[in-house]
């Protein structure tokens, strides 16, 4: 770690010797840092947005930490792996060679689990923000890897509380489920029908459906759910998979004859905002955070601060990377010793105030699976002004508090 000094803001651009590419560098001077952060998100290419978002949020969480006395001052790299498997880990191993004392990002599951390793043999601080697999906290769990976003487990969990709500309002028996047919969306069913189970939920499975990696036309496969449609169809799409599929069920008339639920990432504002008025209303839908929930000072700040940047709303990445901050800030804070090592032992059952936190609450890491514990707010859409160009957001909110039986440590 490096002496405590005056932070100062800076961003810039930096070109690493070994890797021919730009990285974005916030927050303090080489000099003047405590420590740095090696940030990995794509800048470019088709998910740029990711990582775009990611670097405001980050910007926007230092700049925070600027008018606290007790903060410590944080070097921020931000190296664009664009989206690329061998990049990302040959970025991350440029990092630890550097001396970089924290590794933090990622937005693919496969990705982060080589980044992870690379951190268990090097004793890197891995924060893990923007994947979803649970496989990170469950059998590849180790000292030094912290997930700070809910993953496919956790998501699932809550939509699994959701169905067993909704089955005794409107008993529903059947269930189909379509998602992309890699890790996540294997994933996002496995731990779907294990969360049912667990909460005692009885349904029968109508149709188990998965798209070919790149596939952007699923005719195929809603002719198919037309032809027998479930009470409830389970979505594991995400983002630009997702939009495409929506958009040709409409058009189809699928959505109109069954409960089609996503409860992962697809209430995200990026869904929301590329869909517009085809979005029907009455899908149910969930996200990691949401612009419009909750209706606290803290999320209205944090919203209004990232749009007066960039004249955007923020997707969930943006606060996961703002999470990387908040909880290296108040690990700093409460270690007694201002060491890489200190900050990691500090970890396990912090308490940190994050915008996507109801009133009375605040996320914790449960000190045995090193998850972040948060809420999962469920949302119904309908028609809403003011998040143009989303025309349709959540409401009709169904919150359900983090399940496990951890307690969060008092700070």
């Not at 303090?28 to 470019?44: H, I, K």
């Not at 990582?51 to 926007?60: F, I």
């Not at 990691?344 to 996320?363: C, K, M, N, T, W």
Request: glycine share 8%.
């Amino acid at each position: 770690m490096k002496p405590w000094n005056s932070h100062v803001l800076a961003i810039g651009v930096l070109l690493f010797s070994s890797i021919s590419r730009a990285d974005i560098v916030l927050g303090a001077s080489e000099r003047d840092a405590d420590f740095e952060v090696g940030c990995m998100y794509p800048l470019t290419g088709p998910s740029a947005l990711w990582g775009n978002d990611a670097v405001v949020a980050l910007e926007l969480a230092l700049e925070e930490l600027e008018a606290e006395p007790l903060s410590p001052k944080m070097r921020v790299y931000v190296a664009d792996t664009m989206g690329k498997q061998f990049r990302s880990k040959e970025i991350a191993q440029d990092f630890i060679d550097r001396g970089v004392e924290v590794l933090c990002g990622v937005v693919n599951s496969n990705i982060a689990l080589e980044v992870s390793q690379l951190a268990l043999k090097h004793q890197r601080l891995f924060l893990g923000a923007g994947h979803s697999s649970a496989r990170l906290t469950e059998g590849e769990r180790h000292p030094w890897y912290f997930h700070l976003n809910n993953d496919a487990s956790q998501s699932s969990d809550a939509g699994a509380r959701y169905l067993r709500d909704l089955k005794q309002s409107e008993g529903w028996e059947t269930v189909s489920y379509i998602g992309p047919d890699y890790e996540y969306g294997h994933q996002i069913w496995q731990t779907m029908m294990a969360s049912l189970k667990r909460h005692k939920v009885e349904y029968r499975v109508k149709d188990e459906l998965y798209s070919l990696l790149g596939e952007t036309d699923y005719h195929l496969y809603i002719k198919a759910l037309l032809e027998d449609p479930p009470d409830v169809l389970v979505s594991g799409h995400w983002t630009r998979d997702l939009v495409s599929f929506l958009e040709q069920a409409a058009n189809a008339g699928l959505l109109e004859k069954t409960h089609f639920v996503n409860f992962d990432t697809g209430g995200g504002y990026f869904v929301l905002s590329r869909l517009g008025d085809t979005l029907p209303e009455g899908l149910v839908l969930s996200g990691r955070s949401h612009v419009n929930w909750p209706e606290t000072s803290r999320n209205q700040r944090y919203v209004s601060a990232f749009f007066s940047k960039t004249q955007r709303f923020p997707t969930f990445i943006a606060q996961d990377a703002y999470t990387v901050i908040r909880v290296l800030d108040t690990a700093w804070q409460q270690s007694p010793q201002k060491t890489l090592t200190g900050m990691r032992d500090a970890i396990p059952g912090l308490e940190v105030a994050l915008p996507e936190d109801p009133e009375g609450f605040r996320s914790y890491i449960d000190p045995e699976t090193h998850k972040i514990m948060q809420y999962h707010a469920v949302g119904t859409t309908v028609k809403t002004d003011g998040f143009w160009p989303a025309t349709r957001m959540l409401g009709e909110w169904k919150i359900y508090p983090p399940a496990i039986s951890s307690t969060p440590a008092t700070p």
